[in-house]
């Protein structure tokens, strides 16, 4: 019996002393010791702030998912290094369901046949209102195709004369500060596509031409699929 019991602790602490833990930056793993040494060699130029906004296991390591927020005085100008990605494919994926929204359940503009694009926006985001005009074009592209919608927590009648000045081609659901909590969404804009049952696919951003071309490939395999 105490042989088991020996050799149980010694299981335990092989386990333990075996994990590795790991820094997730831009897709890239970091050992403790490289980690530090990145936010090092930019240090000097920078003023570094540092947030571990999810863990996880990973092949019995313990991954951290930082959100360095990199900031240069003299240039006035920031970087964000967080790997938002895997912190929607981690978390959010698991806690929301969109077509259970009573409001997309009962919007007779939603095709529940077809894909999700969901963009997270509000008024007074002034990199939000900056990708309409592109965004309302990829709505032309593949309307219907795909389901556009725009998700806020302005309440309706900020979000009505907003319309009323500006085009936005989407359907509208306004007053979501639960949900979007819910999705513990840190920036905006912010776009997710979701496949037809509402189940989440990627996180994307529509901001320059990479990021568009890379959205319109998820769509393309999601519609086909």
């Given at each position: 019996?105490k042989?088991?019991l020996?050799?149980?602790?010694?299981?335990?602490?092989t386990?333990?002393f075996s994990q590795?833990?790991?820094?997730l930056?831009?897709?890239?793993?970091?050992?403790?010791?490289?980690?530090?040494?990145f936010?090092?060699?930019?240090?000097?130029?920078?003023?570094i702030?540092?947030?571990i906004?999810?863990?996880?296991?990973?092949?019995?390591?313990?991954?951290f998912?930082p959100?360095?927020?990199?900031?240069?005085a003299?240039?006035?100008s920031t970087?964000?290094y967080?790997?938002e990605?895997?912190?929607?494919?981690?978390t959010?994926?698991n806690?929301v369901?969109?077509t259970?929204?009573?409001?997309?359940?009962?919007?007779?503009?939603?095709?529940?046949?077809?894909?999700?694009?969901?963009?997270?926006?509000?008024?007074?985001?002034?990199?939000?209102?900056?990708?309409?005009?592109?965004?309302?074009?990829?709505?032309?592209?593949?309307?219907?195709k795909?389901?556009?919608?725009?998700l806020?927590?302005?309440?309706g009648?900020?979000?009505?004369?907003f319309l009323?000045?500006?085009a936005?081609?989407?359907?509208?659901?306004?007053?979501q500060?639960?949900?979007?909590?819910?999705?513990e969404i840190?920036s905006?804009?912010?776009?997710?596509?979701?496949d037809?049952?509402g189940?989440?696919?990627?996180?994307?951003n529509?901001q320059?031409?990479?990021?568009?071309?890379?959205?319109?490939e998820?769509?393309?395999?999601?519609?086909?699929?």
């Amino acid at each position: 019996m105490k042989y088991i019991l020996c050799l149980g602790f010694l299981l335990i602490a092989t386990l333990v002393f075996s994990q590795k833990k790991f820094y997730l930056i831009n897709g890239t793993q970091f050992e403790e010791t490289k980690y530090q040494n990145f936010k090092d060699s930019i240090s000097s130029e920078y003023t570094i702030s540092e947030e571990i906004v999810f863990s996880y296991i990973d092949n019995g390591n313990e991954i951290f998912l930082p959100r360095l927020k990199v900031h240069n005085a003299k240039k006035n100008s920031t970087r964000i290094y967080f790997d938002e990605n895997v912190f929607f494919e981690k978390t959010f994926k698991n806690k929301v369901d969109f077509t259970a929204l009573k409001e997309i359940k009962s919007n007779k503009k939603i095709d529940h046949s077809k894909p999700y694009f969901i963009n997270c926006w509000y008024v007074n985001c002034s990199p939000c209102i900056e990708e309409i005009p592109d965004l309302n074009k990829l709505h032309s592209e593949y309307i219907g195709k795909v389901n556009f919608v725009a998700l806020t927590f302005d309440d309706g009648n900020k979000v009505k004369n907003f319309l009323n000045r500006v085009a936005f081609n989407f359907i509208h659901l306004t007053d979501q500060k639960n949900l979007l909590d819910k999705m513990e969404i840190m920036s905006y804009p912010v776009s997710l596509i979701l496949d037809k049952d509402g189940n989440f696919i990627k996180f994307v951003n529509y901001q320059n031409q990479e990021s568009q071309k890379y959205t319109k490939e998820i769509l393309n395999r999601v519609i086909n699929h």
